[in-house]
């Protein structure tokens, strides 16, 4: 089976042909798109230099017959299949025809990758990386970079269902509120006061949810290198005041008092409801991870004829150091069980770059985390 002879999914037992007999073979029957599959241990290196060579191979071999396994469960006879031995990767041709007699589409692709990914997870209890590509006949016989860029269109796609998914959990929050309010405004037997009340929680929640929205097109995945936005300007104390009114619910909630210093009458160089969009998340986020009954802080400071510095300050337990970083990074939320999805810093760092202006986070003199913005001046 080393020699290089092709093995269809069906007869895979043990040892996989090798990757180069594998493009060879698949490339002299890409007569129109087909697609790939690749799977990769990523961490099978770190097994061999902290255990050894011989736990690596142990762990590859484990692999292999994971692999071996879910393709034959998984795929067709006439499907391609390869792994190199000493390699982390492996790799899987959809060639042979559907029931209809055409070629496998890329929700077959993906739906097969999910199953041989879970098998081999289960079994190797490593992670596991996919991804999925076509071939066609340009690419020749270059398995090397038809399995890099089926990882980068893998890691994207990830990464794109991971923005949607948590952009979904983010909108449900608001709607779920405006709901719930008006379900109750249609109760005849609400007095005019609390149905006032009521009205104005439910509009500030519709703010947050189209301010939501907005954040969904500026931090959109699809292209991250979109031209920059054209120059903008905004009024500090509108973004401040309105970013206030729609914390306020949050903070009551959860008994925080939210403190801020007088804000000058200036112009910044992002729009009012963009630089809200960053404030809401910010304070937000203080409000979460500060004390119950505590906290917030908002400062004011103009020191700078070029920059306008916002700090929101919370009482709370901090940011390890070692989170300080990360914690701007898409999807990840450091260690914390406040509730959250990992989009609001990402946002904020987003659109004030964007903006001519950056984040910083320091430790706060109450205790918590301070957040430093600096913004352009108009």
């Not at 041989?116 to 071939?135: F, Q």
């Not at 701007?328 to 004030?352: K, S, W, Y």
């Not at 964007?354 to 984040?359: F, L, Q, S």
């Amino acid at each position: 089976m080393g020699s290089g002879t092709s093995l269809h999914a069906a007869e895979v037992r043990g040892l996989l042909p090798r990757l180069d007999a594998f493009a060879r073979h698949l490339a002299q029957l890409a007569d129109q798109p087909r697609p790939v599959l690749v799977v990769r241990l990523p961490e099978l290196e770190r097994v061999a230099w902290r255990r050894g060579l011989r736990a690596a191979r142990a762990v590859e071999r484990s692999a292999t017959a994971a692999f071996s396994t879910a393709v034959s469960r998984v795929l067709r006879a006439g499907d391609l299949v390869a792994h190199d031995g000493g390699s982390d990767v492996f790799v899987a041709a959809l060639v042979a025809p559907t029931r209809d007699g055409s070629v496998p589409a890329p929700v077959d692709a993906r739906s097969a990758l999910a199953r041989i990914a879970a098998t081999m997870e289960a079994v190797t209890r490593l992670e596991v990386r996919t991804g999925w590509t076509t071939y066609e006949r340009a690419d020749g016989n270059s398995i090397a970079a038809l399995v890099e860029r089926a990882l980068v269109r893998g890691a994207q796609e990830r990464e794109r269902y991971a923005f949607f998914s948590s952009l979904g959990h983010e909108l449900r929050t608001p709607l779920s509120s405006i709901r719930g309010y008006l379900e109750t405004l249609l109760d005849d037997g609400v007095d005019a006061g609390t149905r006032e009340r009521f009205v104005r929680i439910a509009y500030n929640e519709s703010l947050r949810l189209s301010r939501l929205v907005e954040g969904m097109f500026e931090i959109s995945l699809l292209d991250m290198r979109a031209a920059l936005p054209a120059p903008a300007s905004g009024s500090l104390v509108h973004a401040v005041d309105a970013a206030l009114d729609a914390c306020a619910a949050t903070a009551t909630a959860r008994g925080v008092s939210i403190v801020r210093d007088d804000v000058p009458a200036l112009r910044v160089a992002i729009d009012a409801d963009r630089l809200t969009l960053v404030l809401v998340n910010l304070i937000d986020n203080a409000v979460k991870h500060g004390k119950p009954g505590g906290g917030v802080f908002v400062g004011i400071h103009v020191d700078d004829s070029r920059f306008v510095q916002i700090t929101v300050d919370d009482d709370g337990p901090g940011i390890a150091s070692n989170d300080r970083e990360r914690i701007f990074a898409f999807g990840d939320r450091g260690d914390t069980e406040a509730p959250g999805t990992g989009i609001g810093l990402a946002l904020v760092r987003l659109m004030l770059e964007r903006a001519g202006g950056r984040v910083d986070l320091e430790p706060s003199p109450f205790g918590g985390a301070r957040f430093v913005l600096a913004i352009p001046r108009a």
